[in-house]
């Protein structure tokens, strides 16, 4: 009878044991896409384990099967921005396989985005079911998407595990409106081989640093290779370098506690003359005024700059897409900016991207489980050790001290989260855009001088603004701190930085 009960034992085990990894090799799991095309950081990081568990993984806690058999035949149309495309295509066999769903992917350039979704959305025929929305746009295709306060509840999605600031750009009148896909911040990057052979120890900590090595290491630079390089182009991308240097310097989108707009203000207008200086006196790249993200990445890429902001780009470190992939390079907060009103203040980006269910979806559900499975621990940790453009804003992944072996940048990262100068979180930021961008533009490339061309553009932000009620004694709604460490000293414990910055490998 014993022996019966042990026989027994035994297969209900075996049977258990061969369910059990049954169900977790259906499972994504970071291993399994890492085969292809390794970045060097892996290989000298070491062999990722069989799988990773993270503790709020939402996708490894839900009932697959219930899922595949309410949903399966359910076709999803997603949009998705084109360059970060190739982030759910890896992934795609993987989720139509748990849930027997078709996912049909519609891959958009950045630039294009606004016009496209405005266009569907408008048509009140919508389509696609899910589209990735840039966090500045938001605002205004909040009244199309639907709310997801409740399917978070419902689904138990792990809402909590991700940083407060990103929280922040995904919310609108106390509503979540999208689930965050890509946490971009902009980091400092640094090619220690000429870092040293200039005599330069560790990354530039201020802006007159930058300048510094940039003069230091001109000289000894091999020809075709420049100090440093932005992305200036004529787009959100000029945008974003400008306020790269113009928030650590002290500017401000609007003046302190009022809806007016401050882009001509002194802190301005000296960051966009230091760009300019900076590509008079030869310390940037020439094709900087043209370029967007990804010119400035084949140019990282290419070995062409020894310094540059960027965002984490793990890319460059897979062999196949990087002729710098085995280098030593160093990662680091944006450098403060100069002068009395100095600051840490990287941008925050305006490519922070959510994952927005559209309201006319007839599938909102499945949608949502997509989304949810797409910005899930495990999923985004896939997708950013693979060098997909794609990265990761969860506490948990941070938490996870074998996890940032594999991710150089995580330091950086997580010492960033703090000062981020957000993006603007209104309806009104394409038309303030569209009025600015070109102005620096042509400050940089050498059509008048900051002092006479932002003031002009300035005026013209000042008459959006006041075209629509912000500048009115009762506003649409109250001014808000842009400076991320504002909000960040109020609700530091949330962050839990000092914690997670004690996981993280040098």
Known sequence: ??????????????????????????????????????????????????????????????????????????????????????????????????????????????????????????????????????????????????????????????????????????????????????????????????????????????????????????????????????????????????????????????KEGTWEPDFAGAEAIKAADFLKKMMDDGLLAPGSPSWGYVEQLEAWNNGTLAMCIQYPIQESYVPAMSKIAEEPRIHSLVPKGMGPKGRYAPHGTSTNVGLGISKQSKVKEAAFIWAAYNSSAEVQYIYTITGTGIDYGRKSLFANKRANDFYPNARASLESVPYLYLPLNIPLNTEIMAAFVPAVHDVWTGRGKAADILPKANKQIHDIMQRYGYLDKTPPEPPRSFWNNDYYKNEKEKYGLDQLLMQVVD
């Open 1 to 254: 009878m014993k022996r019966l009960v042990l026989v027994v034992l035994g297969a209900v085990f075996s049977v258990c044991l061969g369910a059990a990894f049954l169900g977790a090799a259906e499972l994504p799991c970071a291993k399994d896409y890492a085969k292809d095309v390794p970045p060097a950081i892996l290989k000298r990081a070491g062999t990722l384990p069989d799988c990773y568990m993270f503790p709020n993984d939402w996708v490894k806690k839900q009932d697959w099967k219930a899922i595949r058999e309410k949903h399966a035949g359910t076709k999803l149309t997603i949009m998705f921005e084109g360059t970060d495309v190739g982030a759910p295509l890896m992934t795609k066999d993987n989720f139509e396989k748990l849930t027997g769903m078709k996912l049909e992917f519609i891959s958009v350039p950045v630039q294009m985005q606004f016009e496209k979704l405005l266009i569907s959305y408008s048509t009140g025929k919508a389509a696609y079911d899910v589209a990735t929305i840039l966090s500045q746009q938001m605002p205004v295709f909040a009244r199309f998407l639907e709310p997801l306060d409740d399917w978070i509840k419902k689904w138990n999605y792990d809402w909590d595990d991700l940083f407060p600031s990103f929280q922040k750009l995904m919310t609108r009148d106390g509503k979540i409106m999208m689930l965050p896909n890509d946490f971009d911040n902009h980091f400092w990057h640094c090619r220690a081989k000429f870092l040293d052979k200039a005599g330069l120890e560790g990354p530039p900590k201020t802006w007159d640093e930058v300048v510094e090595y940039s003069k230091k290491m001109k000289p000894i630079l091999p020809e075709g290779i420049w100090p440093t390089g932005f992305m200036m182009s004529r787009d959100l991308l000029g945008w974003e370098s400008f306020w790269d240097v113009a928030a650590p310097f002290g500017a401000n989108y609007f």
